[in-house]
Each structure stands twice: as structure tokens, then as C-alpha cells.
């Protein structure tokens, strides 16, 4: 009785682990330029005293999805989404470089570029900072040009240029911090056929549909295992029975 209990308790375990993952992705429904991950379950023996006769399932997100979603247009000049394949390049928190598909932009008071969070945006020599300035555009090839504070309306200066990537997305991972980098953690080199339009951001590729009817069947698989639990207890109950009458 107690392996059925042992395989039972696991398996609602591991269905409330994968329920957590559909969860994550509907919760990030909204979040432009999310990337839902994957879920599936894996069978694994049950080593022990005797032959691993009996199996339990595994949860695990084995990979992330890296379809696109759609352009929404925002009107801003500092929103950029990648146009077709690429990614755009930024600095996470420790320092690596990490990569997004699209990104609502602000400058700060020292006149760095960054994303919503505060990564810094990286660009042919680094994180790209912007001098003061009464405009800012960002063209399709990720060129930065300024007109800089009390010049002409004709007078603009090209001061950086996004750093654009495009690497092979087997390559490519999401980390526990949700930032996606290389597996190897190298950084990339630019790729001038990348191209970003302003003015847009890409929306999450999540269906929520297909979550919501995922989670559905994850809840039923695991009441089928909370009355696996309940059953190996009567089972033991009616077998003390039998014992105490003996």
C-alpha cells in the first residue's frame, strides 16, 4: 500500500508543478515579447527494495517557445520591436548579455537607454547613452540619431546603433531570472540584416485557450490522484480490519 500511496502523492506533486508553469505563461498573457515554455511529463522508476516495477511522472519544461507574436501599434518612438527574425541585445544584472524581441524604451537622468526594468540597451560599444536631446528616432537598421537640445529642426546626429542579433534559437535558453541567453553564455556578434520598426511592440505568444484547456486536464489528473490517496488509505484500513479479526 504505501508504494501506490508513494505514486499516487507523487504524481499530484508533479501535476501541481505543471499546473504552475500553465499558470506562469497565462499570467505573462499581456506581457509583450513574452515567450510561454513548454510543459510535458516523464516517466521514471521507482528503485527500491525490488525491481522497478512501478513508474511515476516527472514535470519539466524542457524547452521555450519561440514563435512570434503580433506587432501592436503604439505610436511612440521608443518602442521597438525586431521586424522578422533577430532579437535585440541588452545587459541583464550580472552582467551578461541577454536578448529580447521587443522593448519599451526610456532614457534615464544620466542618459542611458534601457528597457522597462532598467537593463541597459547595448549597442555597437556597449550600453548606449544618449546625450541631451529634444528628439530621439531609432531607424529600421537600429541607428540612434538625436537632435540634440537647441539645434535646428534639420540638424541630427547619429550617436549609436542597437546591437542586433540573430542567432540559431536551438542555441538559445531561458533562464531562471525568465531572460533569454545563449546556452553557452557567449555573446553574439551584430547581424546588419536584422531590422526593428519604431513605434511598435510585439505581443506574447501565449494562447490563452490552449493554457486554460491544459490546466483544465492537469486539475482532473490530479483529483484522479488525490482518490488514488484515498483509496490505498481504505485499503490499508480494511487490511488492519482483517488483521485484528485473525
Do not use: C
Not at 513508474?55 to 525586431?82: C, H, K, N, W
Not at 544618449?130 to 540619431?145: A, F, L
Not at 531570472?177 to 511592440?201: C, H, Y
Amino acid at each position: 500500500m504505501d508504494k501506490l500511496l508513494y505514486v499516487a502523492m507523487t504524481g499530484a506533486s508533479q501535476n501541481a508543478l505543471a499546473q504552475q508553469a500553465h499558470a506562469n505563461n497565462l499570467a505573462n498573457i499581456s506581457t509583450t515579447g513574452f515567450r510561454r515554455d513548454f510543459e510535458q511529463a516523464r516517466s521514471m522508476q521507482v528503485f527500491g527494495d525490488s525491481f522497478p516495477a512501478r513508474v511515476y511522472a516527472m514535470s519539466e519544461r524542457p524547452a521555450t517557445d519561440f514563435t512570434s507574436g503580433t506587432l501592436q501599434d503604439t505610436g511612440r518612438e521608443l518602442d521597438v520591436a525586431i521586424e522578422g527574425e533577430g532579437w535585440l541585445a541588452i545587459q541583464a544584472p550580472d552582467g551578461s548579455e541577454a536578448y529580447v524581441r521587443t522593448s519599451s524604451l526610456r532614457i534615464d537622468a544620466l542618459g542611458m537607454l534601457r528597457t522597462p526594468d532598467g537593463s541597459p540597451v547595448l549597442g555597437n560599444a556597449g550600453p548606449v547613452a544618449v546625450p541631451p536631446e529634444e528628439k530621439v528616432e531609432i531607424g529600421q537598421d537600429g541607428t540612434i540619431s538625436v537632435r540634440a537640445l537647441g539645434e535646428d529642426p534639420n540638424v541630427v546626429v547619429v550617436v549609436d546603433r542597437l546591437k542586433l542579433v540573430n542567432p540559431d534559437l536551438a542555441q538559445m535558453e531561458k533562464g531562471t531570472d525568465g531572460m533569454i541567453r545563449m546556452k553557452d553564455g557567449q555573446p553574439l556578434e551584430a547581424d546588419a540584416n536584422v531590422t526593428v520598426v519604431s513605434g511598435f511592440l510585439e505581443t506574447s505568444n501565449v494562447n490563452a485557450v490552449a493554457e486554460m484547456t491544459s490546466m483544465l486536464a492537469l486539475a482532473r489528473q490530479f483529483e484522479l490522484h488525490v482518490k488514488m490517496m484515498r483509496t490505498a488509505e481504505d485499503d490499508a484500513a480494511a487490511m488492519a480490519r482483517v488483521l485484528q479479526i485473525s
